[in-house]
Protein backbone atom coordinates (compact mmCIF):
# COMPACT_ATOMS: atom_id res chain seq x y z
CA UNK A 1 0.00 0.00 0.00
CA UNK A 2 1.33 3.33 -0.45
CA UNK A 3 0.37 6.67 1.06
CA UNK A 4 0.90 10.18 -0.12
CA UNK A 5 2.18 12.61 2.43
CA UNK A 6 3.39 16.37 1.07
CA UNK A 7 3.98 15.02 -2.29
CA UNK A 8 5.91 12.21 -1.04
CA UNK A 9 5.17 8.45 -1.47
CA UNK A 10 5.53 6.25 1.02
CA UNK A 11 5.35 2.47 0.21
CA UNK A 12 4.91 1.02 3.40
CA UNK A 13 5.88 -2.78 3.91
CA UNK A 14 7.39 -2.26 0.41
CA UNK A 15 10.36 -4.83 2.12
CA UNK A 16 9.11 -8.36 3.89
CA UNK A 17 10.63 -9.28 6.95
CA UNK A 18 13.16 -11.91 5.16
CA UNK A 19 14.47 -8.87 2.87
CA UNK A 20 14.95 -6.39 5.65
CA UNK A 21 17.03 -9.10 7.06
CA UNK A 22 18.94 -9.95 4.65
CA UNK A 23 19.32 -5.85 4.28
CA UNK A 24 20.76 -5.23 7.89
CA UNK A 25 23.41 -7.91 6.71
CA UNK A 26 24.56 -6.19 3.40
CA UNK A 27 24.46 -2.79 5.79
CA UNK A 28 27.07 -4.41 8.37
CA UNK A 29 29.26 -5.50 5.68
CA UNK A 30 29.00 -1.87 4.61
CA UNK A 31 29.62 -0.53 7.70
CA UNK A 32 32.78 -2.97 8.33
CA UNK A 33 34.25 -1.60 5.63
CA UNK A 34 33.30 1.91 5.72
CA UNK A 35 33.26 2.46 9.93
CA UNK A 36 30.06 4.92 11.01
CA UNK A 37 30.91 8.37 12.00
CA UNK A 38 29.45 10.68 13.96
CA UNK A 39 29.59 14.15 11.66
CA UNK A 40 30.46 17.63 12.41
CA UNK A 41 28.75 20.60 11.58
CA UNK A 42 30.59 23.73 10.30
CA UNK A 43 29.73 24.91 13.32
CA UNK A 44 31.51 22.57 15.47
CA UNK A 45 28.50 20.74 16.64
CA UNK A 46 28.54 16.75 16.69
CA UNK A 47 25.46 15.50 15.03
CA UNK A 48 22.96 12.88 16.74
CA UNK A 49 22.52 10.48 14.33
CA UNK A 50 25.85 7.94 12.81
CA UNK A 51 26.52 7.97 9.21
CA UNK A 52 28.40 5.79 6.52
CA UNK A 53 27.99 5.70 3.09
CA UNK A 54 28.37 2.83 -0.21
CA UNK A 55 28.55 4.02 -4.11
CA UNK A 56 30.59 6.23 -6.11
CA UNK A 57 29.90 8.99 -3.03
CA UNK A 58 29.31 9.56 0.53
CA UNK A 59 28.02 12.39 2.12
CA UNK A 60 30.21 13.94 4.98
CA UNK A 61 29.66 16.82 6.76
CA UNK A 62 32.59 18.81 9.11
CA UNK A 63 34.29 21.97 9.94
CA UNK A 64 35.14 22.73 6.20
CA UNK A 65 30.88 22.26 5.60
CA UNK A 66 29.43 19.24 4.40
CA UNK A 67 29.36 17.70 0.63
CA UNK A 68 30.01 14.67 -1.51
CA UNK A 69 33.48 12.95 -1.09
CA UNK A 70 34.88 9.86 -3.35
CA UNK A 71 36.31 8.50 0.02
CA UNK A 72 35.40 7.58 4.05
CA UNK A 73 37.01 10.11 6.14
CA UNK A 74 40.15 6.98 6.45
CA UNK A 75 40.41 7.87 3.08
CA UNK A 76 39.39 4.27 2.05
CA UNK A 77 36.87 4.23 -1.50
CA UNK A 78 33.49 3.74 -0.72
CA UNK A 79 32.07 0.14 -0.78
CA UNK A 80 29.39 -1.25 -3.41
CA UNK A 81 25.66 0.07 -2.90
CA UNK A 82 23.78 -3.09 -1.26
CA UNK A 83 22.15 -5.01 -4.37
CA UNK A 84 18.91 -5.09 -2.38
CA UNK A 85 19.23 -1.31 -1.99
CA UNK A 86 19.68 -1.06 -6.06
CA UNK A 87 17.12 -3.44 -6.81
CA UNK A 88 13.90 -1.20 -4.83
CA UNK A 89 15.62 1.91 -6.56
CA UNK A 90 15.30 0.13 -9.97
CA UNK A 91 11.55 -0.63 -8.58
CA UNK A 92 10.07 2.66 -7.34
CA UNK A 93 12.32 5.48 -8.66
CA UNK A 94 11.28 5.75 -11.95
CA UNK A 95 13.91 6.86 -13.44
CA UNK A 96 16.47 5.22 -15.61
CA UNK A 97 20.06 6.17 -14.08
CA UNK A 98 21.28 3.99 -11.38
CA UNK A 99 22.08 5.87 -7.61
CA UNK A 100 25.89 7.22 -6.91
CA UNK A 101 25.27 7.27 -3.12
CA UNK A 102 24.16 5.50 -0.74
CA UNK A 103 23.87 7.47 3.18
CA UNK A 104 23.16 5.17 5.82
CA UNK A 105 22.17 6.64 8.94
CA UNK A 106 21.98 5.29 12.28
CA UNK A 107 20.10 6.50 14.73
CA UNK A 108 19.87 5.40 18.66
CA UNK A 109 17.01 6.09 20.75
CA UNK A 110 17.29 9.60 21.50
CA UNK A 111 19.11 10.68 17.74
CA UNK A 112 16.90 12.97 15.71
CA UNK A 113 17.59 14.99 12.41
CA UNK A 114 16.82 18.73 12.11
CA UNK A 115 14.87 19.75 9.21
CA UNK A 116 16.44 20.41 6.22
CA UNK A 117 16.82 20.47 2.70
CA UNK A 118 18.35 17.63 0.45
CA UNK A 119 20.53 20.45 -1.96
CA UNK A 120 23.81 19.30 -2.50
CA UNK A 121 23.09 16.82 -5.55
CA UNK A 122 23.55 18.62 -9.36
CA UNK A 123 20.16 17.59 -10.81
CA UNK A 124 17.15 17.88 -8.69
CA UNK A 125 15.21 15.94 -11.28
CA UNK A 126 16.47 12.63 -9.74
CA UNK A 127 14.72 11.69 -6.82
CA UNK A 128 15.75 10.38 -3.59
CA UNK A 129 14.65 7.15 -2.15
CA UNK A 130 14.36 6.33 1.29
CA UNK A 131 14.39 3.17 2.98
CA UNK A 132 13.81 2.30 6.70
CA UNK A 133 14.81 -0.45 8.62
CA UNK A 134 14.66 -1.05 12.66
CA UNK A 135 12.51 1.03 14.93
CA UNK A 136 9.56 3.91 14.32
CA UNK A 137 10.54 6.89 13.35
CA UNK A 138 8.59 10.24 13.24
CA UNK A 139 9.20 11.92 9.51
CA UNK A 140 8.26 15.43 9.31
CA UNK A 141 8.18 17.16 5.76
CA UNK A 142 7.14 20.75 5.07
CA UNK A 143 7.29 22.84 1.96
CA UNK A 144 10.10 24.70 0.24
CA UNK A 145 10.33 27.05 2.44
CA UNK A 146 12.14 26.93 6.18
CA UNK A 147 8.81 27.31 8.57
CA UNK A 148 6.00 26.42 6.56
CA UNK A 149 2.87 24.21 7.60
CA UNK A 150 4.18 20.62 8.17
CA UNK A 151 2.62 16.80 7.71
CA UNK A 152 4.21 14.23 9.89
CA UNK A 153 3.73 10.20 9.20
CA UNK A 154 4.95 7.15 11.19
CA UNK A 155 8.12 5.58 9.22
CA UNK A 156 8.20 1.48 10.22
CA UNK A 157 11.05 -1.12 9.53
CA UNK A 158 10.46 -2.29 5.23
CA UNK A 159 8.82 1.29 3.98
CA UNK A 160 10.04 3.18 1.29
CA UNK A 161 9.94 6.79 0.60
CA UNK A 162 9.66 8.38 -2.91
CA UNK A 163 10.43 12.21 -3.30
CA UNK A 164 10.70 13.47 -6.77
CA UNK A 165 8.84 15.91 -8.30
CA UNK A 166 7.51 19.25 -6.18
CA UNK A 167 8.57 17.59 -2.98
CA UNK A 168 12.46 16.98 -4.23
CA UNK A 169 13.57 20.72 -2.37
CA UNK A 170 10.73 20.22 0.45
CA UNK A 171 11.90 20.72 4.20
CA UNK A 172 11.96 17.50 5.79
CA UNK A 173 13.46 15.67 9.38
CA UNK A 174 13.20 12.67 11.65
CA UNK A 175 11.36 14.29 14.94
CA UNK A 176 11.79 11.10 17.01
CA UNK A 177 11.66 7.26 17.68
CA UNK A 178 9.58 5.06 19.25
CA UNK A 179 12.19 2.73 20.66
CA UNK A 180 11.63 -0.80 21.05
CA UNK A 181 8.79 -0.51 18.55
CA UNK A 182 10.43 -3.14 16.04
CA UNK A 183 12.90 -6.61 16.88
CA UNK A 184 14.85 -6.29 13.51
CA UNK A 185 17.90 -4.51 15.30
CA UNK A 186 18.84 -6.97 18.31
CA UNK A 187 20.24 -3.32 20.38
CA UNK A 188 17.21 -1.99 19.00
CA UNK A 189 18.16 1.89 16.99
CA UNK A 190 16.61 2.94 13.42
CA UNK A 191 18.86 2.48 9.86
CA UNK A 192 17.62 4.73 7.22
CA UNK A 193 19.52 4.41 3.60
CA UNK A 194 18.95 7.10 1.44
CA UNK A 195 19.98 6.86 -2.24
CA UNK A 196 20.77 9.75 -4.76
CA UNK A 197 22.01 10.86 -8.18
CA UNK A 198 25.23 13.15 -7.13
CA UNK A 199 26.16 14.46 -10.21
C1 LIG B 1 12.09 14.69 1.61
N1 LIG B 1 17.32 11.38 6.25
O1 LIG B 1 19.76 11.82 5.19
S1 LIG B 1 14.90 10.06 4.81
C2 LIG B 1 18.91 12.70 5.00
O2 LIG B 1 15.27 9.17 7.94
C3 LIG B 1 17.56 12.53 5.61
O3 LIG B 1 17.41 9.45 7.96
C4 LIG B 1 16.12 11.13 6.98
O4 LIG B 1 16.78 13.40 5.52
C5 LIG B 1 16.27 9.82 7.66
O5 LIG B 1 19.08 13.70 4.31
C6 LIG B 1 14.90 11.18 6.14
C7 LIG B 1 13.56 10.69 3.92
C8 LIG B 1 13.86 11.82 2.99
C9 LIG B 1 15.05 11.89 2.30
C10 LIG B 1 15.23 12.90 1.37
C11 LIG B 1 14.25 13.84 1.13
C12 LIG B 1 12.89 12.75 2.77
C13 LIG B 1 13.06 13.77 1.85
C14 LIG B 1 14.40 14.85 0.15
C15 LIG B 1 13.38 15.73 -0.08
C16 LIG B 1 12.24 15.66 0.66
FE1 LIG C 1 17.40 14.83 4.04
Same mark, same amino acid.
Request: charged content about 25%; glycine content about 12%; aromatic content about 6%.
Given at each position: ???????????? +? !??? $??????????? %?? *???? @????????????????????????????????????????? +? !??? $??????????? %?? *???? @?????????????????????????????????????????? !??????????????????????????????????????????????????????????????
Amino acid at each position: MSVDVGGITVHQ +G !LLE $PSQQEALVEQV %RR *VAQA @APLFRPETARGRKMSVRMTSAGRYGWISDRAGYRYERRHPE +G !LEW $PPIPAIAMDVW %RN *VSGV @ARDPESCLINFYDADAKMGMHQDRDEANFEMPVVSISLGDEA !LFRVGGPGRGGKTQSIWLRSGDVAVMGGAARLNYHGIDRLRPGSSRLLPNGGRINLTLRVVD
